[in-house]
């Protein structure tokens, strides 16, 4: 099972911190990261496709997200604004979910 792992586990504003993706599954062709538990458009941050390496930026992306191949995502200089949830949509060959 997939988990996100916060390092560190508490931030203070101005610090980074990194949402650390641990027991990746493999035939994975790409992730998507969503400020917050609903899986939409206005909440997307950033995507990553394994393929091509390419990363694909939402309306939610704030400038200070980095998404890593390994699906981890770090957030720079983090602000109050920043507190909450974070979910992770990771794609499998075949389009599953």
């Known amino acids: ?38 899986m939409d458009l206005q909440h997307y941050i950033t995507a990553y496709t394994t393929d091509t390496e390419m990363i694909i930026f ?15 995502l770090l957030i720079q200089n983090v602000t109050r604004n920043d ?3 974070y979910t992770i949509q990771i794609i499998k060959r075949g389009h599953r979910t």
């Open 1 to 38: 099972q997939v988990t996100v792992e916060a390092q560190p586990t508490n931030v203070s504003e101005g610090k980074d911190v990194l949402l650390l993706v641990h027991s990746l599954p493999t035939n994975v062709t790409g992730y998507i990261w969503y400020k917050g538990q609903i």
């Open 58 to 72: 939402g309306p939610a992306y704030s400038g200070r997200e980095t998404v890593y191949s390994n699906a981890s």
């Open 83 to 85: 507190t909450g949830s």
